[in-house]
């Protein structure tokens, strides 16, 4: 959890960004506890002068008519700016956060579920997002009861003395409602968050849960935070009712000793009946101390959730550095000494590669051979420990963000589509280009006032953001885990000659065509324009219109990470001779569990435990027994192109699918002894 430092910077910022409405709220908030401390003195001044029949008793009353009316509608405005001012900081703080996870790399990221950033990114930023206006409220709430007892005071010094000898128990009462809450609050909300993580978890693994009849199993594991949710709850509640119980009966009687002193003293000679009149007000008003257990109480939620959603806005984000690429690079890519380490495990050790410039390369291995994190290394979506990654001489990390994005394109298992964003089939594809190019077919530009709406590839099958003009990063978390984090701000192509609405439709079509996605595309009811929302489709549908968006975005390198997986495999040849003739050349990087895909690439990476086992051409490496049985029972060699019978398939894509981003999430999952369900990476 993130430190209260963290969570208190956190909140400063929120006060800073509201820092106009939550003024205003202020000046409201304590005019209107002004004109409530003035009422009770005008009202008794009014009464003393009435039952004197003095003449000036008009205007008094008069002045008291108003100050209730400033007081009723400076109360209305004060409630009304705490909702604007909350809104306000919530946003903030949800954006702060947002903007944390997008921009770290995914191994940070990835210990956070869908469904315990679903939980932080709600409640606890509506949570956090309340501070400012509870702080412009709380110095009303300290107001009003001070100066009412400074007014009792100035009426009769003994009933100020009388009220104030009680509030020593009335501050131990505050103070211990404090102290308990924070410590309840706190951990009802990782109850809550635990609860959210594993819906998520669940929802993504319906299919599993359905076919294996565990959904029984699966709803008391879901639900078994809730007994710490009704531990903490209650507690939390017992505490808060006890505060306003024992405040319920303090203050009456702290009140009903001040009217009955003042009493003493009218009969005395010493007050008059308005003095009375204003001294029971006076102490009504003093008593109201209690209330300021209300701000109390939404600060201390506040800082309880902002410790939780600050460990999001806090993590640190991925650099990035100021090179470009030489105009003319083929594209070579070259990993030198790689080595990768995540929570202590090794993914990769010393991986030493040289990819030559336009090649097609196929990187093999078993389940958990490193091949998605070599991917994801080779596109920078995540930085190693060790060693270089080089694309044409230049090291990843000294390149700006839109120099790499524009030579880069992912396609994935699993893409994901941002129905918001590209609400389209056309601008899905769309997507790929980036800002300036997306915007002339009418597709990519439109929500984002002038930044391209970069919707991300993940393995995992999870949501993605927007990229906010000129390079801004995209979200990236999913249920089982935390993808790539991507955005794809192209600088690169901005400075090219802008496109017509004509050219780049048929650069979409010609994209899905590459793809093999054109023909069900022109099914659909309205074609290219037919809404995400109205199109279903099917897990081999899907990685095509993935796949074409990577296609005309192609940059330099294209990397493929088991996009394929899902294709039926005359789909999948189409796609692979797309990738041979029709695209422009490229480096590509496949990982690939067909031996078919391994033979028709030039060169073959082939990775054992994280290790580089043999590098060469399929038909050399196929002699070796031990790289023919990582894709299990093929009967035939390489050389043949032969395909292999449907059971060999079927189980080099069930072997393959611990390859798909994802792998590593699900690996995580079974360390902290979560579910792993086959939407994390297998075939639909």
Same mark, same amino acid.
């Given at each position: ?339 990768? @380490? $995540? ?7 010393? #991986? &030493?590669? *040289?990819?030559? !410039? %336009?090649? +097609?390369? =196929? /990187? ?98 999870? @949501? $993605? ?7 801004? #990063? &995209?979200? *990236?978390?999913? !249920? %089982?885990? +935390?993808? =790539? /984090? ?108 067909? #031996?078919?895909? *391994? ?86």
């Amino acid at each position: 959890m993130a430190s209260r430092t963290g969570s208190d910077r956190l909140l400063r910022g929120a006060v800073r960004h509201s820092a106009g409405p939550t003024a205003v709220l202020l000046v409201c908030s304590v005019v209107a506890a002004a004109c409530a401390l003035a009422v009770p003195a005008v009202a008794g001044r009014t009464l003393d002068l009435l039952l004197h029949r003095h003449p000036a008793a008009g205007a008094w009353l008069a002045w008291a008519a108003v100050l209730l009316a400033a007081e009723v509608l400076l109360e209305a405005a004060t409630v009304l700016l705490t909702q604007l001012t909350t809104a306000r900081a919530t946003a903030w703080v949800r954006i702060r956060a947002s903007t944390g996870l997008s921009a770290t790399a995914p191994h940070r990221a990835e210990p956070h579920s869908g469904g315990d950033v679903a939980a932080r990114l709600c409640v606890n930023a509506s949570d956090s997002g309340a501070a400012p206006a509870a702080l412009a409220t709380s110095v009303s709430s300290v107001l009003v009861p001070v100066g009412a007892l400074v007014a009792l005071a100035l009426i009769d010094p003994w009933t100020a003395a009388v009220f104030a000898a009680g509030l020593p128990l009335l501050l131990l009462v505050l103070r211990t409602f404090a102290h308990q809450s924070s410590d309840s609050v706190g951990r009802y909300q990782q109850a809550q968050g635990a609860v959210a993580a594993r819906l998520t978890e669940a929802l993504s693994g319906a299919r599993t849960i359905a076919a294996a009849h565990t959904a029984r199993r699966e709803e008391e594991r879901i639900l078994a935070p809730l007994e710490d949710m009704t531990r903490y709850g209650t507690r939390m509640w017992l505490v808060h009712g006890r505060a306003v119980a024992r405040a319920g009966v303090l203050l009456p009687l702290l009140t009903t000793a001040v009217v009955a002193v003042a009493g003493t003293r009218l009969a005395a000679g010493e007050l008059s009946i308005g003095d009375l009149l204003a001294a029971s007000r006076y102490a009504a008003l003093a008593a109201g101390v209690g209330s300021v257990a209300a701000p109390l109480g939404t600060l201390v939620r506040a800082r309880t959730a902002g410790r939780r959603t600050a460990l999001l806005a806090d993590l640190p984000p991925m650099a990035h550095g100021s090179a470009g690429l030489p105009a003319d690079g083929p594209g070579d890519l070259e990993l030198r000494k790689v080595r990768v @380490v $995540r929570d202590g495990v090794p993914l990769l050790t010393d #991986v &030493t590669l *040289a990819i030559d !410039g %336009g090649s +097609t390369v =196929a /990187v093999v291995g078993r389940s958990g051979a490193g091949k998605s994190t070599l991917s994801a290394l080779a596109g920078r979506l995540t930085d190693p420990d060790e060693g270089r990654v080089l694309l044409d001489g230049v090291d990843l990390a000294e390149l700006t963000r839109a120099e790499l994005r524009s030579a880069t394109s992912y396609a994935f298992a699993r893409p994901a589509f941002d129905s918001g964003a590209t609400p389209t089939v056309r601008r899905a594809i769309a997507s790929g280009l980036g800002a300036a190019e997306g915007a002339g077919c009418g597709a990519v530009n439109a929500e984002a006032g002038g930044g391209a709406d970069a919707v991300v590839d993940t393995g995992g099958g999870s @949501v $993605r953001a927007a990229e906010t003009g000129g390079g801004a #990063v &995209t979200a *990236a978390e999913t !249920g %089982g885990g +935390t993808d =790539a /984090v991507l955005d794809t701000g192209r600088g690169a192509r901005t400075a090219a000659a802008p496109r017509t609405a004509e050219s780049l439709a048929e650069e979409v079509r010609d994209a899905a065509r590459a793809a093999s996605a054109d023909t069900f595309i022109r099914l659909l009811p309205q074609g290219y324009d037919t809404p995400l929302d109205d199109t279903p489709l099917s897990g081999g549908e899907s990685q095509r219109l993935g796949l074409a968006r990577a296609f005309i975005g192609a940059g330099r390198l294209m990397i493929l990470d088991d996009a394929t997986s899902s294709l039926d495999t005359a789909t999948e040849r189409q796609v692979e001779l797309a990738l041979s003739t029709s695209l422009q050349p490229c480096t590509k990087l496949v990982v690939a569990h067909r #031996v078919s895909t *391994a033979a028709r690439a030039d060169k073959v990476v082939w990775l054992e435990a994280g290790r580089v086992r043999g590098c060469g051409p399929h038909r050399l490496l196929w002699e070796d027994p031990d790289y023919r049985a990582v894709f299990l029972a093929e009967p035939t060699a390489a050389s043949t192109a032969t395909v292999a019978p449907v059971e060999a398939v079927a189980s080099a894509r069930a072997a393959g699918a611990a390859g798909a981003p994802g792998a590593v999430a699900a690996q995580d999952n079974r360390r902290a002894g979560r579910p792993v369900h086959d939407e994390l990476g297998s075939d639909a």
